[in-house]
């Protein structure tokens, strides 16, 4: 069971243009949700990370967007960069709260094309 | 912030052979620490939780004996893949819940030949 569909599976974006990846959720419970962005052969790295008392959080040319009713959260990265090409993926606490694991969507490997 | 550190980056190891991998939070005690394995292209997939002083829960499909864990402080969890095979040649990182959100160490490829 998926408690975490995430798509697209990749995306390529010009150089200056917004990326946009989502997320859909099923665990009414989860109560932290976090992006993470990921290099070959290094360990995923936190972003940006919403709660769900807020329906939209920016820190610099990231943003999260978050849908409690639709259950749906995105990231947006304004201004794409070369930089930026890596794996994002999303990702949530399996049981909401404490000590819990997270559990992860599959992953978008964003491109950004000069 | 909260810091994970995770040795070694890179092993390679002849296929029957054991290899242990460290995890130390640096600057929090983590008395959780959860250890994932990710293929090539794939995402995160959590094999087990470790909980300092007493045992760990293991994911279904993941053999306990086969990989074993231990935490024996708040600062350090390891991962030994005994009797390695090629199969399970891998990415594995540990994480754990520190400061406002989740941290992650660099990673352990493993390569079984």
């Known amino acids: 069971q998926q408690q975490v569909k995430q798509s697209p599976q990749s995306l390529i974006v010009q150089k200056g243009g917004i990326s946009i990846i989502n997320c859909a959720y099923e665990?009414?419970?989860?109560?932290?949700f976090p992006w993470y962005q990921q290099f070959p052969g290094k360990g995923p790295a936190l972003l940006i990370a919403i709660r769900p008392d807020v329906s939209e959080k920016k820190e610099g040319r990231f943003t999260i967007s978050f849908n409690k009713s639709a259950k749906q959260f995105s990231l947006h990265i304004m201004d794409s960069q070369p930089g930026d090409s890596a794996t994002y993926f999303c990702?949530?606490?399996?049981w909401g709260t404490g000590n819990t694991p997270l559990v992860f969507g599959k992953g978008t490997r964003l491109s950004v094309i000069a | 912030g909260a810091v994970v550190s995770q040795h070694p980056s890179r092993v390679i190891c002849k296929s029957g052979t054991s290899v242990k991998i460290e995890c130390r939070s640096l600057?929090?005690?983590?008395?959780?620490m959860f250890w994932y394995r990710q293929f090539p292209k794939q995402s995160l997939m959590l094999m087990a939780t470790?909980?300092?002083?007493?045992?760990?829960?293991?994911e279904q499909g993941v053999e306990k004996d086969k990989f074993l864990i231990n935490h024996a402080s708040l600062t350090l969890s390891t991962l030994t893949v005994t009797s390695a095979h090629p199969e399970d040649s891998s990415f594995y990182i540990c994480?754990?819940?520190?400061?406002?959100?989740?941290?992650f160490g660099s990673g352990t490829r493993l390569t079984v030949v």
């Open positions: 600057d929090f005690q983590a008395t959780t």
């Open positions: 994480s754990a819940r520190g400061g406002s959100g989740y941290t």
């Open positions: 990702a949530a606490p399996r």
């Open positions: 665990n009414t419970a989860f109560d932290y």
């Open positions: 470790s909980n300092e002083g007493s045992k760990a829960t293991y």
